[in-house]
């Protein structure tokens, strides 16, 4: 089994900044790829950013300049530090994990949500 956890959402004040971690566990041998998406009420879920084994990223173009994808300090974990707050970035955080680029089979978190409103 293959556990994903997300952790650091809450409410901020749009301008500001919230740190987003998850963490994989479980039967894990390596992990090709991991990120983040997110969703809004009534909108379809959208890549947010990725980052993969060797390090290539990949962002939103409305989240550029303003997030960083990382890979944590621990094993199987990603951070996504998330700057300059806008109101339409609230919405429920995933966090995603593909274990090989060949299969891509992935796992999904419970998800964290984010509140950005003054």
């Known amino acids: 089994q293959v556990q994903v956890v997300e952790s650091g959402g809450g409410l901020v004040q749009p301008g500001g900044s919230l740190r987003l971690s998850c963490a994989a566990s479980?039967?894990?041998?390596?992990?090709?790829?991991m990120g983040w998406y997110r969703q809004a009420p009534g909108k379809q879920r959208e890549l947010v950013a990725t980052?993969?084994?060797?390090?290539?990223?990949n962002y939103a173009e409305s989240v550029k300049g303003r997030f960083t994808i990382s890979r944590g300090d621990a094993k199987n974990t990603v951070v996504l530090q998330m700057n300059i707050l806008k109101p339409e970035d609230t919405a429920v955080y995933y966090c995603n994990i593909i274990m090989s680029r060949s299969s891509g089979i992935n796992y999904w978190g419970k998800g964290t949500l984010v509140t950005v409103s003054s």
């Open positions: 980052v993969t084994d060797i390090g290539n990223t």
């Open positions: 479980g039967s894990i041998f390596s992990i090709y790829r």
